[in-house]
């Protein structure tokens, strides 16, 4: 890392300098994480052969850029280089445009992508991650959706196993409708995560929850059971006690996250208790209606 700041150094321009230095301290104090890569100064792009050569050294099939300044050029080298890859992480990266992810259309390996706060989602990023036919796993949070943007997500990302949207802008109840026929259709969809967003009400939740108990056919889909094992709700403080009656209906959830609601209701607890039968795990953290009296309604 150090050879590679000191040969962007000018040996006039003191500041490149005591960058420099600061990076070299924090290289001898193994304060730099081992994967994380350190940009031309005078230019700010990414090295591309140390990136790569780095890459290589532990696996080219899972990339992580996270928090990484990007332009286009290093999403065509990952093209170019890294055709195979399972996963990739773009959290917070800075300068990525939707235009980029063009080069990665059609990635037949790629199983998870995480893009946090990064793009708006829209129809046409949307259609660039129906193209990936093995993705599973997708992380889209703290971003801003539209309906365009979530109902072609829903019609070709029909592979997905689990999907994050966590404090995100714009997932209302539109969107939640959406992603029911996504979960009822291809009922493939075990995890679900809503933690911190707002936009959506009841009725959103309702959609994802309340389904025909036995094996129906409809125009659309057949319902044999609720695919769905994982949610999450917590700090989900737009919703009310009416969206807890949907756990009422029987369903599959083993793994349920309702932190910091501000619900007041001790019935809620009752009624996840009679629609979730096969519960292993309940977090139900920093919420101030929990007393004896609810944790025996949970209990029955």
């Known amino acids: 890392f150090y050879k590679i700041m000191s040969n962007n150094v000018s040996p006039s321009n003191k500041s490149n300098k005591s960058i420099s230095n600061r990076f070299k301290s924090a290289l001898l104090s ?3 994480p081992s994967r994380n890569f350190i940009y031309d100064i005078n230019k700010l792009i990414v090295p591309k052969q140390k990136l790569f050569q780095d890459l290589r050294c532990t696996t080219s099939l899972d ?4 928090n990484w300044l990007i332009d286009e050029e290093v999403i065509k080298e990952i093209a170019r280089e890294c055709r195979d890859i399972k996963k990739l992480h773009i959290n917070y990266s800075i300068g ?10 059609g990635f037949k390996q790629l199983n998870t992508l995480t893009m946090r706060k990064t793009l708006v989602i829209d129809s046409t990023l949307t259609k660039i991650l129906g193209s990936l036919p093995a993705l599973t796993e997708l992380d ?16 070709t990302c029909t592979k997905l196993k689990s999907i994050v949207l966590q404090y995100m802008i714009g997932l209302n109840d539109s969107c939640l409708l959406q992603l029911a026929s996504l979960l009822y259709t291809h009922q493939r969809l075990i995890k679900i995560d809503l933690n911190g967003s707002l936009d959506f009400t009841d009725e959103g939740i309702l959609s994802l929850l309340s389904y025909p108990t036995n094996s129906t056919t409809s125009s659309n889909y057949t319902i044999t059971s ?3 094992t994982s949610l999450s709700i917590s700090n989900c403080t737009n919703l009310t006690s009416l969206a807890f009656t949907g756990f009422r209906y029987k369903n599959n959830i083993q793994y349920l996250y309702m932190n910091s609601l501000n619900i007041k209701d001790r019935n809620i607890y009752e009624w996840v208790s009679e629609g979730c039968n096969n519960i292993i795990h309940v977090d139900f953290k920093y919420n ?10 949970l209990g029955k």
């Open 226 to 228: 609720m695919p769905l």
């Open 140 to 155: 889209i949070s703290e971003n801003t959706i539209d309906l365009n943007g979530m109902n072609t997500l829903c019609l």
């Open 288 to 297: 101030n209606n929990i007393d004896d009296y609810s944790l025996l309604l």
């Open 30 to 32: 193994n304060e730099l």
């Open 96 to 105: 990525l445009l939707e235009n980029n992810l063009k080069y990665i259309k």
């Open 63 to 66: 990339i992580n850029l996270n």
